[in-house]
């Protein structure tokens, strides 16, 4: 009997001895190499009974209970309140605005030139109606970003001296 096969059976020989063939079992007794690695196999499991997953501290039911009342009670916040606390739970949600200003940037510039090439080759007027509008829109958008900002910092220093997250 070929020892290749024999390690197929090797986890179910340890479950349960009674499911394997009883030539796999009188092979492995006699094999140097399939008992060794039985023995192994052996090992392993035993290590990972032994394994235990680590406790939580013994406060972490209560502080979890507080914070779900605490939560029930702010449910009816307007969606203001919940974006403010959706920016205030990511604390790097003031660079996102920046970053998809610049990914904007980078689009306008890249699709100006691509205008402008296309403009010259034609021979044709450039437009510059689309960026112009582009512009417009890129403004707009900064303005949001800047009230987000202001909104996501003067949430932080409000909440400075509070005990909310001590959880
Ligand atoms: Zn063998």
């Not at 034609?122 to 437009?127: F, I, L, Q, Y």
Request: glycine letters at 4%; hydrophobic letters at 40%.
């Amino acid at each position: 009997m070929i020892c290749r096969k024999i390690k197929a059976n090797l986890a179910d020989l340890l479950l349960d001895p009674e499911s394997v063939p009883a030539e796999v079992r009188s092979h492995v007794k006699d094999c140097t190499e399939c008992s060794r690695e039985l023995a192994s196999l052996e090992a392993t499991m035993n290590l990972m009974e032994d394994w235990q997953a680590p406790e939580p501290s013994q406060y972490f039911d209560s502080k979890l209970a507080v914070r779900l009342r605490e939560e029930q009670r702010a449910e009816p916040a307007g969606l203001v309140e919940r974006l403010r606390a959706r920016l205030l739970f990511n604390s790097n949600v003031h660079l996102r605005p920046i970053a998809v200003g610049a990914l904007a940037l980078l689009i306008l510039i890249g699709g100006g030139t691509y205008a402008d090439l296309m403009s010259s080759h034609s021979g044709t007027p450039a437009k510059t109606s689309a960026t112009v509008e582009d512009l417009k829109s890129l403004d707009d958008n900064a303005q949001v970003f800047q009230q987000l900002n202001a909104l996501d910092q003067g949430d932080q220093n409000d909440n400075s001296g509070s005990s909310n997250n001590d959880l």
